[in-house]
């Protein structure tokens, strides 16, 4: 069962990777995608968060595929998972014009319940494979 959960991580982190590999070299229009989001009021702190966010989920990418699922790297991807949940929950059914194609389950052209459920499914994987890890190891 450890190894079941160590490949459904690194699976998980390969997941992660090439959404933010798509988001690093589409830096731009990431950047636009969220701020046609208008969660935050001034662009300079959308500068601000763009990079984290991308960094955020390279850093998780990347310990999920080394294996170090460690309590805080599993918290840092929820909160990620979160964050875009809320934003797809804020924005439903609104239609963008921006969208930087990096990962359709979070920045799409229109946000459907669909888009939203598809989040909560993977913060919900994340959990189940914490807590299959703390059980099991």
Avoid at 30 to 49: H, M, R, T
Avoid at 88 to 113: D, E, H, M, W, Y
């Amino acid at each position: 069962m450890i190894l079941v959960i160590k490949v459904l991580f690194f699976l998980l982190g390969c997941f992660f990777l090439k959404n933010s590999i798509i988001k690093f070299k589409k830096k731009y229009l990431f950047f636009e995608a969220i701020n046609d989001y208008k969660i935050i009021k001034y662009e300079y702190l959308v500068i601000i968060l763009v990079p984290l966010l991308i960094t955020i989920e390279l850093f998780v990418s990347l310990n999920f595929i080394a294996g170090f699922s460690l309590s805080y790297i599993v918290l840092l991807a929820a909160l990620l998972q979160l964050f875009y949940i809320f934003l797809n929950i804020k924005s439903l059914n609104k239609i963008f014009s921006n969208n930087c194609g990096c990962f359709s389950l979070q920045t799409p052209r229109k946000v459907t319940a669909k888009n939203v459920l598809n989040n909560i499914i993977i913060l919900f994987i994340i959990i189940l494979l914490y807590g299959l890890k703390i059980r099991y190891y």
